[in-house]
């Protein structure tokens, strides 16, 4: 593609929170040069503040340091810290940005981060960061992670801006900062910079509960914001991770959480619901149970549970059979002072009856509101904002707002949990790499690393840092005492803990031990190498080491997560790993990536609405697409909606599409066509398809959607007023049902149950409009809901809110009283108990609408093709359900829409358009390289008995006859994930994995045996 000389290959993201951290890394990767606007003096955003994730129960930090590292070190990424944007000017392609710099009063260059100038302090004030449970200093470090790795100061606080003048007048930190780092006579900046394009992300605010007096919040000491109690569980909050409350420091045997909090409030313009609280509640339920060395009871007050993403009723359901976790289905109506500074919950169970009960602690699930800061941003920058002040994202966009290049993501778009944040971002840096495809890589740096030391003949030389990560493994492990016991080991001449091994300072203390003790070999002792290997790497690379002289103990999910209740053993097997990590490093060798030359095709398998917008984007960025569709024409199960969520006409947008991807000049359609077979890998894809076509591709998105469930209750296919939504929806468009009066609608379908243990997301907000359809048709109608809970997260609350206003019946029904739907002289009839009455209510219904579940399609061919998992009900698995949500562990291929679960079609739009922003990553490179770490065969011991052909997941091992006629195994280095299956399997001995080799693994056995 020609360049551009009137676009700007920049991007400014304003918001450094897991949003903007993935969508700059994406640009940055793909060929941008990136300026992230943090108003902190750290990025992080929210996220380092929480204790851990959930289903997963990663520890927040450890799953966001990697990416705190990469964006800090990497070249294309320009962190601006303590800083604001103060205006927009030009259009898009070319805007002019004005940034004002806070001055921080410490030299980011020069500060060391040792704290030094914290200890000499004598001002101590409210820690913002933990909610004000602790104290901090006037000078100050955001977190213990954070990047930039340097001190602040609060000049609202620090006694020497009483008067500058005045030498005697404290000072204490410029004595004890021996980097000279310290200058408290900085003043603001005021910079310009030009961009292409402007994401924003700036995140959220949590709401603040006193501004209802029936919580007594600030009143009550024991009554805790959702922030505050995951900074008490925090490893790195004020208490250590200990669980305490406030008032006195005791262990709360009693812990309530009350759930919508500043959430689902029409009187306070909170009308939508903050869709992460009930997740977010169960979690720290869990976590708090887990953290109490008694049996804590922990009880959650709800009104409707909803736990609608991607495995999260399973966690639901493990918190109450497995944790023993309460629910209790209520309205409270206060909040009332108890004995011991205990709290009184006054409350309604369904029946009306009114109980009063006692508890130590109560945590109030506060919603999510809009950033204040950056409401005033937009409306300078001239964004529109909706009824609540959230960005208003243009209809069927995903990430667009309607200033044009002005791209929004994350929750400043609208309430959202870590996975959908984390979407928004890929599909925003698409969106992004569209618009300024003509500038890519005008901009951008390469890094360069030091020479590899040649390490021939050197005597091992090995360092061993053993990581506390807060009391993730530091309340169970004796960590000190591992790191000592690593320096008796053989080959081991340097040892020591650190707090967060995987922070930015322990990254440069790392290189640092390197140089000055020539370390030749490193070991970890910290987490898991999934999530930081590579981060650990890279620190090697900076410091002249090849990578893969690196070796990780993993004694967080081995030892201290496993064995918490056995410090003693937990010890002593830390130890153990260490010991055998020590072993094999001394036999690590060097190993060398293979470089090979990358095909810039997409192949995107599945034409509906998620892959024709993840085909059009990466078109419209330049890359030849082919797109491949089974069905004799494109559009997916959307060709079966008429109207979106928000009123949208589905059918003209889908016309529109389809006519955007048959006309492209950079797509090639494929209808009526499937795969018949893959071979190769990222950068080297063959696809052969079952019309005999053979494509050649670098990454492949699997879009391949799914199906309605056909149910095989309530008499559906054996009564004609029995019919799906989409069904009714479809006879609503036509004009079908004027005469019909009475409608039950009836949740949960084939979703929710033993053999789909999942929520299908979209069932309850489809049913409700769908009511509110047939009500502004036929005001007369009479229409029930029957529901379990009703699922209607973030905005689609209005339309709850509105169907009630508009006398829509909304009936809740239990698992073991279902309705039954039986035909009658008089008619069909519906039967259900009314959970209020507790009595059964016949209804003789006119339609009967089933709200079916959201199934996968048959994914068993792709998923063995492409060597890419499927979890338990056949949804696609992705390689991290907070951090990589559109990949695959397999390098170069990518998922998104219902082929990776249910969600509605705003999301898979957004997430189109988000495998498009990660696939191009991938495209933008000129090269591939593997990291070499691959099977290899020692000819003379092999008997070509194809074993390792037959077992090879990858298709990386072939037999091959040489020119005398000698046939043995051969392994294609840039197939190989270097599994270990073929060496395994292997009876002559004759294969092994470079950096897992025979050897390593027996001395890694003998080392404790």
Not at 378 to 396: P, S, T
Not at 487 to 496: E, F, N, Q
Not at 567 to 572: D, G, I, L, S, V
Request: aromatic letters at 8%; charged letters at 20%; a negative charge.
């Amino acid at each position: 593609m020609t360049i551009n000389p009137n676009k700007v290959g920049a991007v400014l993201v304003v918001g450094s929170g897991i949003a903007g951290i993935q969508a700059s890394l994406d640009l940055a990767e793909s060929g941008y040069y990136v300026y992230m606007v943090e108003k902190e003096p750290a990025i992080g955003g929210t996220m380092p503040m929480l204790d851990k994730t959930f289903p997963t129960n990663d520890c927040s930090m450890c799953i966001l340091s990697p990416k705190l590292v990469d964006c800090g070190r990497h070249l294309n990424v320009k962190t601006m810290t303590n800083s604001e944007v103060i205006s927009l000017e030009g259009e898009p392609g070319n805007f002019k940005v004005t940034i004002r710099s806070k001055a921080r009063f410490v030299d980011p260059d020069k500060c060391t981060g040792c704290g030094s100038c914290a200890d000499a302090c004598p001002v101590k004030v409210d820690d913002e960061f933990n909610q004000g449970l602790g104290k901090r200093k006037a000078i100050y470090k955001l977190y213990a992670q954070a990047f930039p790795n340097a001190y602040a100061i609060d000049n609202n606080k620090c006694l020497k801006f009483k008067n500058l003048a005045n030498e005697k007048l404290c000072g204490k930190c410029l004595k004890a900062c021996q980097a000279g780092a310290i200058n408290h006579h900085m003043e603001d900046e005021e910079i310009q910079i030009e961009v292409g394009s402007v994401l924003l992300v700036p995140g959220f605010e949590i709401f603040d509960p006193a501004q209802l007096e029936l919580y007594k919040y600030g009143e009550l000491k024991n009554v805790v914001t959702s922030l505050e109690f995951e900074r008490i569980l925090s490893a790195s909050g004020p208490f250590g991770g200990h669980l305490i409350r406030p008032s006195d420091h005791q262990e709360p045997k009693k812990v309530a959480w009350i759930q919508c909090v500043g959430s689902r409030n029409c009187r306070i313009n909170h009308g939508y619901c903050s869709s992460v609280c009930c997740m977010y509640a169960i979690k720290q339920s869990v976590i708090a149970k887990e953290h109490a060395p008694y049996d804590l009871n922990a009880s959650i007050f709800y009104m409707d549970m909803r736990t609608y993403g991607k495995d999260f009723e399973k966690y639901y359901e493990r918190s109450k059979a497995q944790y023993g976790v309460n629910f209790v289905r209520s309205r409270v109506y206060g909040l009332d002072p108890g004995e011991n500074d205990n709290v009184s919950i006054r409350y309604a169970l369904e029946d009306g009856s009114i109980i009063t009960e006692e508890y130590d602690m109560v945590v109030l699930s506060v919603g999510l509101e809009p950033n204040k800061a950056a409401v005033e941003l937009a409306k300078g920058l001239g964004v529109e904002l909706n009824q609540y002040n959230f960005a208003d994202v243009q209809k069927l966009s995903g990430v667009a707002s309607n200033k044009p290049g002005v791209y929004v993501a994350g929750a400043f778009s609208g309430p959202r949990d870590i996975p959908e944040t984390v979407m928004q971002a890929s599909a925003a840096a698409g969106e992004v790499q569209k618009q300024l495809a003509e500038a890519k890589g005008t901009l951008t740096q390469t890094k360069e690393y030091p020479a590899e030391k040649d390490l021939a003949g050197e005597i091992v030389r090995t360092g061993v840092f053993v990581c506390h990560c807060g009391i993730n493994i530091g309340s169970v492990v004796d960590v000190p005492g591992v790191a000592e016991y690593a320096k008796t080991l053989p080959g081991v001449v340097y040892a020591t803990d650190k707090l967060y091994a995987c922070s930015q300072d322990a990254s440069a203390q790392i290189k640092e031990a390197i140089e000055e003790n020539g370390l030749n070999r490193i070991i970890v002792a910290s987490c898991s190498p999934r999530t930081h290997e590579p981060m650990f790497q890279e620190t090697l690379k900076e410091a002249g080491l090849n990578p893969h002289l690196f070796e990780m103990a993993n004694i967080r999910d081995h030892c201290s997560w496993v064995h918490q209740n056995e410090p003693a053993a937990a010890t002593e097997k830390a130890k153990d790993l260490v010991k055998m990590a020590v072993k094999k490093a001394a036999l690590l060798e060097p190993v060398q990536p293979v470089t090979l030359p990358m095909n810039h095709d997409a192949l995107v398998i599945g034409g509906g609405v998620a892959g024709m917008n993840a085909a059009l984007n990466l078109g419209d960025q330049g890359y030849q697409v082919y797109l491949v569709e089974k069905a004799a024409e494109l559009g997916g199960i959307a060709k079966r909606i008429h109207h979106g969520m928000g009123g949208e006409d589905i059918q003209a947008y889908l016309g529109e599409l389809i006519n955007k991807v048959t006309t492209h000049d950079k797509i090639k359609v494929y209808t009526g066509v499937e795969i018949a077979d893959v071979h190769g890998f990222m950068g080297n894809y063959e696809t052969k398809l079952s019309n005999g076509e053979e494509l050649k591709h670098g990454v492949a998105i699997i879009a391949t959607g799914a199906a309605e469930y056909k149910p095989e209750e309530y008499l559906y296919g054996h009564n004609t007023r029995v019919r799906s939504l989409l069904e009714i929806e479809g006879m609503l468009a036509e004009g079908q049902l004027k005469n019909s009066n009475n409608y039950v609608f009836i949740q949960c379908v084939g979703s929710r149950d033993n053999e789909r243990p999942y929520c299908s997301r979209i069932c309850c907000t489809k049913a409700v409009k769908l009511a509110l359809k047939i009500k502004e048709a036929k005001p007369s109608a009479n229409i029930f809901i029957l529901y379990r809970d009703i699922r209607t997260y973030g905005y689609f609350e209005d339309l709850y809110t509105e169907a009630r206003r508009k006398g829509i019946i909304f009936v809740r029904y239990s698992t073991d009283q279902k309705p039954e739907v039986e035909e009658t002289a008089f008619g069909t009839k519906v039967t259900f108990t009314d959970h209020v009455l507790n009595r059964p209510v016949e209804i003789y219904a006119d339609v009967i609408g089933l709200a079916t579940a959201i199934v996968p399609n048959d994914n068993t061919g792709l998923s063995k093709l492409f060597k890419v998992p499927v979890n338990a009900e056949g949804f696609f698995l992705e390689a991290h359900l907070k951090l990589r949500p559109v990949d695959f562990g397999t390098d170069g291929v990518f998922m998104c829409g219902l082929a990776h679960g249910p969600k509605n079609l705003e999301e898979n739009i957004a997430q189109g358009k988000a495998a498009a922003g990660r696939a191009a990553t991938a495209l933008g490179k000129a090269n591939i390289q593997t990291d070499g770490k691959a099977a290899y065969v020692i000819q003379r011991k092999c008997a070509a008995c194809g074993v390792c052909v037959e077992v090879c997941p990858s298709k990386a091992a072939t037999l091959v006859t040489d020119q005398r006629g000698n046939t043995a195994a051969e392994v294609n280095p840039a197939l190989c994930k270097g599994c270990g299956a073929c060496a395994s399997s292997c009876r002559c001995g004759a294969i092994n994995v470079k950096g897992c080799s025979n050897e390593q693994i027996m001395s890694m056995v003998q080392a404790i045996s």
